[in-house]
């Protein structure tokens, strides 16, 4: 089996290593790929630019599944074009890609569906929605609905606050055509957990539980990232807990699907916020999540292809996936100054004793040495019997890689 994955993340090196494993894979093209998928066994990275390209690359290479990593391609029809040509791919389809893409259309669904989340009104109009900040309890959150790259969410603590977000993403145009239409959110108070799953529009097949770390400074203070580390499963995910989701997040879900005659074949990775009245849905993504892919494709036993192939196939209640009885941590090191202005082009050094799991992301080979080409460089796994030993694990591991300015936090899991 011949598979494109396209991205050039943490999560897609996380996704080749896993790939690479199953015995039913011969190649993996990884578009474009960074330094890890570049030595990764059975991979080899390439560069396509657009979608017809890789529409074009999939053909001529007799691509047997593509699989796909970033959300923009998921928005712009990736898995439409892919379909027409009769290609297989793992990716919903642009309509149902909506669910991440726009905020406003994602609320909504939530809303006519029953999935529990927290109240809302949107808007595309300043006056209406500067009305609408009398009427709500401070702090409010403010989105734009568009993609924004994790960075369109604004917590504001006060009605000044929340006028001047408004004003930057209506009339400003902060955030561009994304930020054209705002949500504008009850503040939910609690613990937050991803639970990445995958879909074949029958049912919805929820991985574990994983725990992300967005804020860039310790102890959560400080700008929001793309994510500084994760453990899984998440300690604050009770069996009481995950009934609650199951019942008032996943199912209605699924039945929105249904109703809504969404082509979903791909993951849905859901946004939670754990309250003291249970779980509510802060928002979809329609794909992997990063780090949390790193962390817990790890502890999957089960052959990923056969998940995917089950999805594609529409046999997704055939497959019971086996993990690991472990815990699992990922602790991320960028680049000094991220998520702000931040340099490229460091050397990162790994020294022989590093003997954990290492997930490149922003990082590329140059010369024969491998350098920093993002923000987020690279992420460490380790995974134990109990979450302080894949803590531990993980942190003694960091000690053995560097780069200039390199940063990571050193409270993941905590
Ligand atoms: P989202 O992209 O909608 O998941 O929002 C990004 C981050 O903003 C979330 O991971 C939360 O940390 C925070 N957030 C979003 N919505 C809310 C809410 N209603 N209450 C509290 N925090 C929120
Ligand atoms: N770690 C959150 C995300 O992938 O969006």
């Not at 959110?185 to 539980?209: K, M, Q, W, Y």
Request: aromatic share 8%; glycine share 8%; proline share 4%.
């Amino acid at each position: 089996m011949k598979i494109l994955l396209i991205g050039s993340g943490g999560r897609e090196h996380a996704l080749a290593w896993k790939l690479a494993q199953s015995e039913q894979v011969t190649s993996i093209y990884v578009c474009p790929g960074n330094a890890g998928t570049a030595d990764e066994e059975k991979c080899q990275n390439i560069e396509l630019t657009d979608i017809p390209e890789m529409v074009a690359f999939a053909k001529e290479y007799a691509i047997d599944i593509t699989v796909v990593g970033p959300e923009a391609l998921l928005v712009e029809g990736i898995a439409d074009a892919f379909e027409a040509e009769e290609l297989r791919i793992f990716a919903p389809k642009q309509a149902a890609a909506q669910l991440e893409g726009s905020k406003a259309y994602s609320k909504k669904f939530m809303q006519k569906h029953g999935v529990r989340t927290a109240k809302y009104k949107s808007f595309i109009d300043l006056c209406h929605a500067s009305d609408y900040l009398n009427m709500v309890q401070y702090p409010v959150v403010i989105k734009a609905s568009g993609l924004a790259a994790g960075k369109g969410v604004l917590i504001c603590p006060t009605q000044k606050e929340a006028e001047a977000a408004l004003h930057d993403m209506l009339t400003m145009g902060k955030f561009g055509e994304a930020g054209s239409e705002v949500v504008i959110e009850e503040f939910l108070h609690g613990v937050e957990a991803s639970i990445l799953s995958v879909c074949d529009g029958h049912s919805i097949l929820p991985f574990i539980s994983a725990k992300d770390h967005k804020k860039i400074g310790e102890g959560e203070t400080g700008l929001n990232t793309g994510g500084m580390g994760v453990v899984a499963p998440n300690p604050y995910v009770s069996e009481a807990i995950w009934q609650d989701f199951q019942q008032n997040i996943a199912l209605p879900t699924l039945q929105g699907i249904q109703a809504e005659g969404l082509d979903f074949k791909g993951v849905i990775f859901f946004g939670l916020m754990i309250t003291e009245d249970g779980c509510y849905c802060l928002e979809y993504n329609t794909r992997f999540g990063d780090p949390e892919t790193q962390a817990v494709l790890p502890l999957l036993k089960t052959d990923l292809v056969d998940i995917i192939e089950a999805c594609l196939n529409e046999t997704l209640n055939t497959i019971q996936p086996e993990w690991q009885p472990a815990h699992s941590c990922c602790v991320v090191a960028a680049a000094g100054g991220y998520p702000e202005s931040y340099q490229k082009g460091m050397e990162i050094q790994v020294d022989p004793a590093f003997d954990q799991h290492l997930f490149f992301a922003g990082a590329k080979k140059d010369h024969g040495k491998t350098i920093t080409s993002g923000g987020r460089v690279l992420n460490v796994i380790a995974q134990a019997d109990n979450l302080e030993n894949a803590r531990n694990a993980a942190y003694n591991a960091m000690n053995h890689i560097s780069f200039e300015t390199m940063y990571f936090r050193k409270d993941i899991g905590l």
